[in-house]
């Protein structure tokens, strides 16, 4: 008996899943529109493109995870531009406390030809691509246990801080005493007094319920680099054009809306924030400025950015 076999219609191509990791928690606006990039980036790509997002440290701290896209053992990763110091150095620039002025100073930065070349460095050398970098965040703030009126008041408290030695060696020459802690445990570091304040994105402090440990915030406003999303650029390149243009249009479309949301979201959060008690207090920055600029000459001299480049960020 002969079997009959029928010609069936192609199938369509599978769907090719990335997976996105990050730090921020479940609830956290940083989280909240990673999950609206990966919608954006299944609707563009017609389907043919899944975004699969673990927040909240899920598949390792910050530098792991950069680690891991860069040998191609994770897709993409999602955090505050100033981690790509690990990667290419003169990112670190972008993580010295009040190296800029306001985002308008970012802004120009983010459009230089040295900008440029951080990312083609990134690409070239490391494998490492940005996706989208226009996700300007607000700016960072103190949150402690106790008020601070003054420089001084900072003397001798634990804070917890990023592994990111701009701001280690910035907030210990304001008198700091730091403390290295991954971001998901900074809620409960300061409910339990391990630590007696920390920085953190204004945006952060209501959704990550910082003020309830912490109700003292202070406008410092010392840190304004952007959020980005990097993807392995092996990975990058086995895409269609057509995916790869799904990618870098929704991480842009992304940006955009996040970086309009999150100004109006910060209203309503700082209105609720001081109806359940906390304090907000703008602060005098200039004693915290000249603190901070020697040691950003000393961070050029040991070779942590390329020489000049912090004078060149002044003037701009």
């Known amino acids: ?19 996105l990791g990050g730090v921020h928690s479940p609830t956290s606006f940083e989280t909240t529109e990673i999950q609206r990039f990966a919608a954006l980036v299944a609707e563009k790509s017609g389907g043919t493109l899944k975004v699969n997002v673990f927040p909240a440290g899920q598949l390792g701290d910050a530098v792991s995870m950069i680690e891991n896209v860069m040998m191609g053992a994770l897709d993409m990763f999602a955090n505050v531009a100033d981690w790509n110091q690990n990667v290419v150095k003169d990112y670190g620039i972008m993580a010295m406390p009040f190296a800029f002025r306001d985002q308008e100073h970012m802004k120009r930065f983010l459009a230089s030809d040295t900008y440029t070349a951080m990312k083609k460095e990134m690409i ?4 490492l691509r940005v996706l989208a970098d226009n996700w ?35 907030w210990k020459a304001l008198g700091m005493k730091p403390t290295i802690l991954p971001w998901a445990e900074s809620y409960l570091s300061l409910k339990t007094g391990v630590v007696d304040g920390m920085d953190s994105p204004f945006s952060s402090v209501f959704p990550e319920k910082f003020y309830q440990a912490a109700p003292y915030i202070t406008m410092t406003n010392h840190s304004i680099a952007p959020f980005n999303i990097l993807i392995s650029e092996v990975v990058f390149q086995k895409l269609t054009l057509a995916q790869q243009k799904a990618l870098l249009d929704a991480g842009k479309e992304a940006g955009d809306f996040y970086t309009k949301a999150i100004k109006e979201q910060v209203e309503s959060h700082k209105t609720k924030m001081i109806a359940e008690g906390a304090k907000v207090n703008d602060i005098d920055v200039k004693p915290f400025v000249e603190k901070a600029s020697p040691v950003a000459t000393r961070l050029e001299k040991d070779g942590d950015w390329t020489p000049g480049l912090f004078d060149k960020v002044s003037k701009l």
């Open 136 to 170: 300007y965040r607000v700016p960072r703030v103190l949150v402690t246990k106790f008020p601070v009126k003054s420089i001084k008041d900072l003397e001798g408290k634990k804070f917890r801080l990023a592994n990111i030695k701009a701001y280690v060696e910035t």
């Open 124 to 127: 070239e050398k490391k494998k």
């Open 1 to 19: 008996m002969l079997l009959m076999l029928q010609a069936t219609p192609a199938t369509a191509a599978a769907t090719k899943e990335l997976r």
